[in-house]
Each structure stands twice: as structure tokens, then as C-alpha cells.
């Protein structure tokens, strides 16, 4: 009886990890990108022709509600749509619209969006309309892939680019860069010790099922997990606590004769380029400054500094620096304010030796060790 009444659990859902905010955000997207979908199709083809097909429902969905699943992608959503839509059509042009003719057009449709890495769950819908849609679409022939298929899918696109990435969702979505900044065959320090991609890549090839979420993001909740775990074990370090206060700085309009001179008498090899009031503008790396045609010129280091710099605020658990510290790529993280203001900076000398010292504080070791 008991397993009985498990199994009968299994149908009720698992509560969404997700905000009314976002819920609503996604609702949004969705009324957006089907009006302007079917407002641009009525504008190119008139009032003769399908604006809007049904399953362009479920493409928005996948598009403003789960904008980073591998199946809501650009070319998910564009190719698997239009290569759906014609096998579909081909299916009922050869044989016919019935029941038979639908099912292997859907069938035949998710074979060929395998084979061209476009699966995009919508797409059998579209092969299915294509079959059993009516005098409108068979009339439409081969057209019907280009509009209103092809014609919807970038009309939702658009909106997609446009909505996803005005509220901060990363859209296309761009799984993190992996492997050895150096371009050697050790792996990324981060990834030496923990569970591996090997290890990862074998629990997926046994489950042998398609999961909606790319590797990349799986890898990065993983690794994101083990931190909260860490923080919750450790306790909580902030960057405010491990960070460089008196930090030397260049402004933008120091010449890169006096930045080399500075990076030189200090062994730094990288410098915050701060403005009057002591806002961050930017980082001044050596290797950029070694590049330069003429390092000891008088030009202002503003033309050589990178604007594009990882920060953290003075409140951020120090854990969360883990990852980026120890990618390979970047070894000091500026301390911002709210305004952008300068405080501190924390470096991989002082990460390690504020998670040396607390697992000291946590884990003491036994009196016949400390003796030694």
C-alpha cells in the first residue's frame, strides 16, 4: 500500500524553483513575442494567409520561460521549426493527411532535428500542422515552412533577444568557458580536487536520457553547490575581512612610462586605473602594457587598461571568489561600493590564507601533531 501510495506521489509536481517575478516576467515575454509575431506576419503577408500558427504557444514558452534550456536556443528554435515544417509537408504531400501521415511526420521530424542539432519540442507540433492543418495549409505547400513558420520563429526570436537580455537573462545563452587558460593539458586548478568532468561525463552516459540543461550549466550548479555546502560547514569569510586596503592606483591619464616604472619598483602585474573621486575605470595588466609598441611612452594608460574587469562588493561571502580565482585567468578581484568606489582588493594570497586559516580554526589539528 505504501509503495502504492508512492508511486501515486510521483504525480504531483515539485514546487518551481523559480520568483513571481520572474513567473510574471516570463508571462510578459510570452504576450509580447506572439503579438509581435503575428503582427509581423499580418504586415508581409496581408489578410490572406496564416499569421499565427498554434505551436508558436509552446516555442514562446520555451523562449521567455526556460530561455536557457539547449532546447530554446536560436538555432533550436529556427532550425527545428522550418525543418520540421518541411518534413511535415513532404509527409502529407506523399502520403496524404491522415493519421499515419501525421505520426511519421512527427516521428521522421525528431530523427532529423537530432541529426541537425536543432531539437526544439515545438517542432513536432509543426510537423503535425503541417499534416492535419486544413485546406489553408495544404494550399501553402513547401511555403508553408517559410511563412508562417520560418516568419513566426524570427518574429519570436527577435522579441526573445530583445526582452531576455533587457532583464538580465542571458540570451542566446552561453554556457561558461571551460579548460586550462594556459593551453596546457593539466586541468584548471578548480578542478583538481572534487568531482571531475570524467566523472560527471560517466554519470550521464549512464543515465543514457536527454537532460534540459547543457553540461556546462550542470557543472557550474554543481561546483556552485559544493560552495554553499563550504560556506555552511566554514562559516562566512567577506571580502571586506581578507581584502588589500592600501592599494596603489594609476589614473587614466598616467603615462605608461610611469605605470612600467610603478609595476616595476612594486612586482605588480596588474594596477586599478581609478578616476578623481576614486571610481574604478579600469585594470592595467603587464602583459597588455609589455605588448604596447612602446611601453616607456608617454601615451595615457586609459588606451591600454581593461574595462571589462570581474568586482565583488565588500559583503560577498570570499568563497565566491573561489571560482574566479582560481580559473587560471584572473588573480586580483577589486572591492567595489555601490558607487563604484575603490576599497580594497582581494588576491589569491589573501583567499588562501584567509581558507588556510579558518579550516585551521575549524579543524584543529590533534595535540600529537601540533607538537611536532
Given amino acids: ?123 513536432g507540433a509543426i510537423a503535425l500542422t503541417a499534416v492535419l492543418g486544413g485546406e489553408e495549409v495544404a494550399r501553402l505547400g513547401y511555403y508553408f515552412a517559410l511563412y508562417p513558420v520560418a516568419l513566426n520563429s524570427l518574429g519570436l526570436l527577435v522579441i526573445a533577444l530583445v526582452f531576455n537580455n533587457a532583464f538580465r537573462r542571458r540570451y542566446p545563452h552561453r554556457a561558461p568557458r571551460a579548460g586550462n587558460p594556459h593551453k596546457t593539458r593539466d586541468l584548471p586548478p578548480r578542478d583538481r580536487l572534487g568531482f571531475t568532468a570524467a566523472d560527471l561525463d560517466e554519470v ?43 592599494v596603489l592606483c594609476l589614473a587614466p591619464e598616467t603615462s605608461r612610462a610611469e605605470a612600467w616604472a610603478k609595476m616595476q619598483a612594486h612586482r605588480f602585474t596588474v594596477m586599478p586605473v581609478v578616476n578623481a573621486q576614486r571610481q574604478l575605470q579600469g585594470m592595467l595588466y603587464l602583459h597588455d602594457l609589455l605588448q604596447a609598441e612602446d611601453a616607456s611612452g608617454e601615451e595615457p594608460v586609459r588606451a591600454l587598461m581593461r574595462t571589462q574587469v570581474p568586482s565583488c562588493g565588500p559583503q560577498w561571502p570570499s568563497i565566491r571568489l573561489v571560482q574566479r580565482l582560481s580559473s587560471g585567468e584572473v588573480h586580483k578581484v577589486p572591492v567595489l561600493d555601490e558607487d563604484g568606489v575603490l576599497l580594497g582588493i582581494v588576491t589569491q594570497t589573501d583567499l588562501v590564507a584567509a581558507l588556510y586559516r579558518r579550516s585551521l580554526e575549524s579543524d584543529p589539528l590533534p595535540a600529537a601533531e601540533a607538537g611536532d
Fill in 1 to 123: 500500500m505504501n509503495s502504492f501510495k508512492g508511486w501515486l506521489r510521483t504525480f504531483w509536481p515539485e514546487p518551481m524553483a523559480l520568483s513571481h517575478g520572474e513567473q510574471l516576467l516570463s508571462s510578459l515575454g510570452t504576450l509580447l513575442g506572439l503579438l509581435f509575431s503575428g503582427w509581423l506576419a499580418r504586415q508581409v503577408l496581408g489578410d490572406v494567409a496564416l499569421w499565427l500558427v498554434a505551436p508558436m504557444g509552446a516555442c514562446a514558452v520555451l523562449l521567455f520561460a526556460v530561455p536557457s534550456s539547449p532546447l530554446a536556443q536560436p538555432w533550436s528554435v529556427l532550425g527545428g521549426n522550418l525543418v520540421a515544417a518541411l518534413v511535415g509537408v513532404a509527409c502529407a504531400h506523399w502520403l496524404g493527411h491522415g493519421l499515419v501521415a501525421a505520426a511519421l511526420a512527427a516521428a521522421a521530424a525528431l530523427v532529423a532535428m537530432f541529426l541537425l542539432r536543432c531539437l526544439h519540442p515545438p517542432g
Fill in 204 to 246: 550521464l552516459a549512464a543515465r543514457d536520457e536527454l537532460l534540459d540543461i547543457s553540461r556546462a550549466d550542470l557543472v557550474q550548479i554543481l561546483r556552485q553547490t559544493e560552495e554553499r555546502a563550504y560556506r555552511r560547514r566554514f562559516g562566512e569569510i567577506s571580502c571586506a575581512d581578507i581584502m588589500s586596503r592600501d
